[in-house]
T-cell receptor
Framework: GAVVSQHPSWVICKSGTSVKIECRSL??????MFWYRQFPKQSLMLMAT?????????EQGVEKDKFLINHASLTLSTLTVTSAHPEDSSFYIC??????????????FGPGTRLTVL | AQSVTQPDIHITVSEGASLELRCNYS??????LFWYVQSPGQGLQLLLK??????LVQGIKGFEAEFKRSQSSFNLRKPSVHWSDAAEYFC????????????FGGGTRVLVKP
């Protein structure tokens, strides 16, 4: 149980285009989803926290107009990178937290999405 | 604000030898502590977690970690490493008061020599 998927697993796009990444909780309802970015050989940095049905809360330094997050249902959150540029190339990882017996405070991570902007 | 330090960027161990990865955290109250492992190009796999109770925590793949409040540490250990343990390891701290947001350490890359 507690499986989180991401789609796509990798994407290559041209500079200036927008890219949407999906994060789904497959077997539980995710009241909160988190989006992280990981640059090569670096740690994960939290970008934003989203609660179902409400606006996302962005970490300091993260442009909310560039990284649009939507958490429209209890099983789906999306991250849209708008007008992507090469410096947005990174590994994007989502995690989900829900009301799960035995794991109320645990985040379950997706497999990540590799974004390359040419 | 919470923070996590993993002092060792790289560690090389021989297969069969013991492994210890260090993690120090900073947080005003009792934190939730986690260790994750990441293989290249992959997501995170939870090895073990500490919320409360017994300070020695057993995890998957033969790993264990000990929470030491006096030292603000949560070091990860394995008695005998296997070649498949070569990966990046991340310590993370979370707190209910912080909305369960996780703060990750910088990671430790483990190389296993045959």
């Amino acid at each position: 149980g507690a499986v989180v998927s991401q789609h796509p697993s990798w994407v290559i796009c041209k500079s200036g285009t927008s890219v949407k990444i999906e994060c789904r909780s497959l077997d539980f309802q995710a009241t909160t989803m988190f989006w992280y970015r990981q640059f090569p050989k670096q740690s994960l940095m939290l970008m934003a926290t989203s609660n179902e049905g409400s606006k996302a809360t962005y970490e300091q330094g993260v442009e909310k107009d560039k990284f649009l997050i939507n958490h429209a249902s209890l099983t789906l959150s999306t991250l849209t990178v708008t007008s992507a540029h090469p410096e947005d190339s990174s590994f994007y990882i989502c995690s989900a937290r829900g009301v799960l017996a035995g794991a109320p405070n645990e985040q379950f991570f997706g497999p990540g999405t590799r974004l390359t902007v040419l | 604000a919470q923070s996590v330090t993993q002092p060792d960027i790289h560690i090389t161990v021989s297969e069969g030898a013991s492994l210890e990865l260090r993690c120090n955290y900073s947080y005003g109250a009792t934190p939730y502590l986690f260790w994750y492992v990441q293989s290249p190009g992959q997501g995170l796999q939870l090895l073990l977690k500490y919320f409360s109770g017994d300070t020695l925590v057993q995890g998957i793949k033969g790993f264990e970690a000990e929470f030491k409040r006096s030292q603000s540490s949560f070091n990860l250990r394995k008695p005998s490493v296997h070649w498949s343990d070569a990966a990046e390891y991340f310590c993370a701290v979370g707190a209910k008061a912080a909305g369960n947001k996780l703060t990750f350490g910088g990671g430790t890359r483990v190389l296993v020599k045959p």
